[in-house]
């Protein structure tokens, strides 16, 4: 039976769709996740669901619009090549359709039917349209001067958009409110969204034949596509899949880095910091929920952060693009930031990034 165990204190609690947190306000992991066995994967299936066996939910009656087995393909930047996973080829556009994935088949399984969540835009756009695919009301609370491209999406999915005004942690804390009479499907607090996420690291491993590559570079704003990157190489590294866990480089932009400052302060907790302004709104987080996993993971890897200018994440976003990857300005951070790593590379270094 699967519990859910804090990881600030150790509670455990039974699973249970209503319980988002710990009494003592930390996040909550999951302690009985099924072992990895390569015989599990399902090779005649498609997408993530070939990993079934491994995820803890019930894949008969999934919710599912087709995500996963992106194609990581080789691209030269700068006479370097790196590895990219096409996660812009969800039905959503993003990553983040590999958490909604496998949450919502859960809370459908549970008999779950109104969902609440907050948002930058693209897990709000996962959990919306997975929602619509699973017949749950989803209520979706963004901040004001979110891209009206998300708002757009959303709404389109049947959602009910919230434009709550401020930061993004007043939209969390909006959301949280509402929660009172609905159930929290959030992909900062729900480790069954880590529990999708982590299918990254299985389809990286897959492709590249079953080994782990040297370097991931990956970007962090809660941290959600790292984590559970981290996870599931471990996962892979315990069963003797992969032989060693990939180095983590984590991107944030310049101007909103609460975690690369706290990782070359050598500190463990995040300090209080005000967001200022980036066009990567995807990663400008604050104050994330799960910084202290984000830097443990980090630190376990050998890995380090990097940090990227405005200018830089403008940049990027503009080469890729006219090089017909259409991607946000979050992507572009993270290639830049991959670019910026990439500098420094190894000869014969296997480096993977995304496009989202």
């Known amino acids: 039976m699967i519990h859910l165990v804090c990881e600030r204190c150790g509670t455990v609690y039974e699973a249970d769709p209503r319980r988002w947190r710990c009494d003592c306000g930390g996040p909550l992991s999951l302690d009985a996740v099924p072992p990895f066995v390569p015989a599990m994967v399902d090779r005649r299936a498609e997408g993530l669901w070939r990993y079934e066996k491994a995820l803890p939910v019930d894949a008969a009656d999934r919710v599912s619009l087709g995500e996963g087995r992106t194609p990581l393909i080789p691209i030269l930047f700068d006479g370097r090549t790196l590895l990219v996973k096409q996660e812009q080829l969800f039905s959503t556009g993003s990553y983040k359709d590999r958490g909604a994935a496998v949450l919502m088949t859960y809370l459908h399984a549970r008999g779950v039917r109104h969902v609440v969540e907050d948002s930058s835009g693209n897990a709000g756009t996962a959990i919306a349209a997975y929602a619509a695919q699973a017949g749950i009301v989803c209520d979706i ?103 060693h866990m990939p180095r983590i480089i984590a991107v944030q932009a310049a101007a909103c880095d609460p975690l690369a400052a706290a990782f070359e302060a050598g500190a463990q907790e995040l300090q209080c910091l005000s967001a200022g302004h980036t066009i990567a709104e995807g990663i400008a987080i604050a104050a994330p929920v799960r910084g202290s996993e984000i830097l443990t993971a980090v630190r376990a890897t050998q890995g380090r952060f990097v940090t990227v200018s405005e200018q830089e994440i403008a940049g990027s976003l503009r080469e890729c693009c006219r090089r017909g990857w259409l991607i946000e300005p979050t992507s572009a951070a993270v290639i830049a930031g991959a670019r910026r790593y990439a500098a420094g590379m190894n000869p014969g270094e296997v480096v993977v990034t995304v496009f989202t």
């Open 141 to 243: 609370y963004v901040p004001a001067d979110t891209s009206s491209a998300k708002t757009f999406q959303i709404e389109a999915y049947g959602a009910t958009l919230h434009r709550i005004p401020g930061s993004r942690e007043a939209a969390a804390a909006a959301a949280r409110e509402a929660a009172g009479t609905a159930v929290y499907a959030s992909h900062v607090y729900n480790p069954w969204f880590l529990q999708g996420t982590k299918t990254f690291a299985y389809e990286t491993a897959e492709q590249l034949g079953w080994r782990a590559p040297d370097t991931l570079v990956l970007p962090v704003g809660n941290g959600t596509l790292l984590l559970g990157a981290f996870i599931g190489f471990h996962e892979l590294v315990q069963a003797g899949v992969v032989a």
